[in-house]
């Protein structure tokens, strides 16, 4: 059989490992790793961004050292982060401003079995967009610095997000938006203030932070999850262990994912994780409520795929889920849209070589940082 045979013996047991790491069942000293290719396992462990859950499954019965260096930096940056939002938090609170963290620092530390699981590397703080301008001010006044600077493209891109540098040198996404994205928000509607309205106090690492509750935390991961494409095993299992919390409820996930108009995506991203890692009986249930013909061109592509992508498969890429929006047409339309794009980008950079991030450059206008601000306080769409 080739090297790259989805279904080639040596193949079928990296991804066995990769998924009993992910699901966390054991830890260390019982993993059956004879023959087992550990340049393959550990390269796909970095591709699917969960090296420290393999290194922690693993334990004493294999090593592979690049998979061990990284859970090492990541255990110290867990620590970084944690002590960035203590300090963080602290200065938002005393602003009175709503807000919560999500995705990473959450995920690792109260979702998964074990914080030395699971990769991330900066703080996902959420804003309400009325007190984001609050925000920003009041961590600039406590020694945070702009990483996106460049306040004329910031309005044009109406992007939902701001990056800061906590004092330590930690990275900050102050979100006004869970969509990101103006087509992201015209496309969805989804509740930031309502979503800030439930969220409860989780803790993590010894401190207690705001985090959304069970049901918006999960739709939270999956929604980021389809927007990247679902073809990480970080991102499937940050909603499998999210569906796995006690106060989650599948039929309340259906209900939120539809109230926001993000059932299909929230749904699409369910239904590959059932198909990879399972999500039992309920979860079952649940996505077997997706119909229609986007999601059949979407299972008929997955078909043709293993569940797990290694390293040398192909059309492994996540576009269509990608593209996943409340209709067919638009679905297609978005499809095509962002294959022409990459195939744009790739010749500008075969052209011209890696292209920096605009966002980062210095560009001081007062005006336009006061309209990206307004734009922020509104929850807008559009730009003015």
């Known amino acids: 059989m080739s090297d790259h045979d989805p279904s080639g013996p040596g193949r079928r047991q990296v991804r066995r490992i990769l998924l009993d790491a992910v699901r966390g069942d054991r830890e260390g000293g019982t993993a059956d790793v004879e023959g087992l290719d550990l340049a393959l396992l550990g390269e796909s462990a970095r591709e699917h961004r969960i090296r420290p859950a393999v290194h922690r499954y693993l334990a004493a019965t294999a090593e592979i050292p690049s998979v061990t260096a990284a859970a090492r930096r990541q255990s110290m940056r867990h620590l970084l982060l944690l002590a960035g939002l203590r300090e963080v938090g602290g200065h938002l609170d005393d602003a009175g401003v709503r807000w919560a963290v999500g995705k990473g620092p959450v995920a690792a530390g109260h979702l998964w079995p074990s914080a030395a699981m699971r990769e991330y590397t900066d703080l996902d703080l959420y804003i309400a967009p009325q007190d984001f301008p609050t925000a920003v001010e009041a961590l600039l006044d406590s020694g945070c610095v702009l990483v996106d600077r460049n ?146 061109i979407v299972r008929q592509r997955e078909r043709r795929l293993p569940g797990v992508l290694l390293p040398g498969d192909r059309h492994g890429d996540g576009r269509l889920i990608a593209a996943t929006r409340n209709g067919p047409l638009s679905s297609l339309a978005v499809a095509v849209g962002s294959g022409l794009e990459v195939r744009r980008i790739q010749r500008r950079v075969a052209r011209n070589g890696p292209e920096g991030n605009v966002l980062d450059l210095d560009v001081p206008d007062d005006d336009a940082r006061s309209a990206y601000l307004e734009l922020a306080a509104r929850g807008a769409v559009r730009r003015p």
């Open 151 to 296: 306040w004329p493209a910031l309005l044009r891109s109406g992007r939902g997000e701001l990056a800061m540098r906590a004092p330590r040198g930690q990275m900050l996404d102050l979100h006004w938006s869970v969509a990101v994205r103006p087509e992201l928000r015209r496309a969805f509607r989804i509740d930031l203030d309502a979503m800030l309205a439930a969220r409860r106090t989780v803790e993590i690492g010894g401190i207690d932070v705001p985090t959304f509750d069970p049901v918006d935390g999960a739709l939270l991961l999956a929604f980021h999850a389809c927007q990247e494409g679902a073809n990480r095993l970080l991102w499937l299992g940050d909603v499998w262990h999210a569906a796995r919390e006690p106060g989650f409820d599948w039929s309340e996930l259906e209900d939120r994912a539809r109230s926001f108009d993000v059932y299909a995506p929230v749904m699409q991203v369910c239904a590959r994780v059932d198909r990879v890692l399972g999500l039992g009986e309920h979860g079952r249930r649940a996505v077997q409520g997706l119909t229609g013909f986007w999601p059949w």
